[in-house]
């Protein structure tokens, strides 16, 4: 399989499913060609964004191959991130807290990536183990993180707990959205966990991406977005029953659920606190989502008309970050190298001497925009621009930032 349409909800099989926005046909976001090779064929892939009128979930139309949204190559690092490693850390002093682990039992991390999540119950004596496909495994190894380097699902699921015994605690974060056939991951899960285990997950938070227009998280590799009511519902499904919440600052605004088998936990009034603000929103009733579209080409429309303007007063522009989502703002918007001379990546990033996807806008080290100070910086990462703005200067560049969404806007 390549692709395929998804015609019934991911959830309930629902076929009444409503479109809220067509982003166009859009490329693999982390599938990326080296500078230099010569042109040749790229596929792009429909992107549309659903709600099931049934179930309420949101959800992408288009399910493509996890190898080829996945591969062994696949560039992204969680550890070149800061605000993802403080995350982590987040996770495993609340989780070794709130649930009163036992460091000689298992905790299990599916799509673990580099271990930078699992380094810190490693680090405090935990017994760990990772579940990741790409090169990030081969990394996390070489660190101590043991890590199998294997897709995730049920059969490798059973395997696991048949050779390394069950989990007292299973997180997946940021990968829960991304994986197909869910309810076989949920049915791995469950094959994974101790009878009084629980499971962790972190996922971007559906609430967050409407309030402040975040069409850029919405790529192939993200199939589902979730707000409470709609996980509540998929893990209800398995017997599973949401006890406590959190929401986290990661990847522009996500939420940390943490589930257990029903009746095992004492829920917490924050599990009722936010369901009662995502009524409020009208995000359960969908009339959260209304006008969600035109907001979204409203953006884009205006970040097209500054960019326009500022390229006929002779600007140079360049982009700071080259995270999954700016290849949706890329494609999205339509820039090209006739716009961004070219993104910067930190040091180290595998993202660094290739194309953006889809373009000819070369990803370099971060160096370049300190040594040729552009006018202005379009912040790709602009959900943690809070936290890159102060460094970037710091190092020395001069130029004013570019601030792309909700609405674009320029920073001395």
């Not at 550890?79 to 009163?100: H, P, Q, R, V």
């Not at 893990?235 to 949401?242: A, M, P, R, S």
């Not at 792309?404 to 320029?410: A, C, F, K, V, Y």
């Amino acid at each position: 399989m390549t692709s395929k349409p998804i015609n019934q909800c991911q959830v309930c099989h629902s076929e009444d499913l409503d479109s809220i926005l067509f982003l166009g046909y859009l490329p693999p976001v982390n599938t990326m060609v080296p500078i230099g090779a010569p042109t040749s064929e790229q596929p792009a892939y429909p992107l549309e964004l659903l709600r099931c009128c049934n179930c309420g979930l949101v959800q992408i139309g288009l399910e493509i191959s996890q190898e080829i949204l996945f591969p062994e190559s696949y560039p992204y690092l969680s550890g070149t991130t800061s605000i993802l490693k403080t995350n982590f850390a987040d996770l495993e002093s609340e989780s070794s807290k709130l649930l009163n682990l036992n460091k000689e039992k298992l905790v299990i991390d599916i799509g673990s990536n580099d271990g930078t999540l699992l380094s810190n119950f490693y680090r405090q004596g935990y017994e760990v183990l990772g579940v990741e496909p790409s090169q990030a495994a081969d990394i996390a190894n070489r660190n101590g993180i043991r890590t199998l380097k294997s897709y995730f699902n049920e059969k490798i699921a059973k395997e696991i707990a048949s050779e390394y015994g069950k989990a007292q605690l299973v997180t997946a974060a940021n990968v829960f959205a991304h994986i197909s056939d869910i309810h076989s991951v949920l049915d791995g899960v469950l094959a994974l966990l101790d009878s009084d285990g629980v499971f962790v997950t972190e996922s971007h938070y559906l609430l967050d991406l409407i309030d402040t227009v975040q069409y850029d998280t919405i790529y192939h590799e993200h199939l589902r977005y979730y707000d409470i009511h709609s996980l509540s519902r998929l893990l209800n499904f398995h017997g599973l029953e949401i006890f406590h919440v959190k929401k986290i600052p990661t990847h522009g605004g996500s939420i940390r659920v943490y589930a257990a088998r029903n009746g095992q936990k004492k829920i917490s009034h924050e599990v009722a606190a936010n369901l009662d603000i995502e009524n409020s929103k009208g995000l359960d009733s969908g009339l959260g989502l209304k006008d969600f579209g035109s907001r979204v080409r409203s953006s884009k429309w205006e970040l097209n008309k500054l960019l326009s303007e500022l390229k006929i007063g002779g600007a140079k522009i360049y982009g700071v970050g080259a995270p999954s989502r700016a290849s949706t703002l890329v494609s999205y918007v339509g820039l090209d190298d006739g716009t961004l001379e070219c993104v910067v990546e930190v040091q180290g990033s595998h993202k660094i001497g290739k194309y953006m996807p889809g373009t000819r806008i070369p990803v370099v080290e971060e160096e370049v925009i300190f040594e040729n100070q552009p006018d202005y910086a379009l912040m790709l990462s602009w959900h943690i621009a809070d936290e890159l703005i102060p460094i970037l200067k710091k190092k020395g560049y001069k130029g004013k930032f570019i601030i792309p969404l909700p609405s674009p806007r320029i920073v001395e």
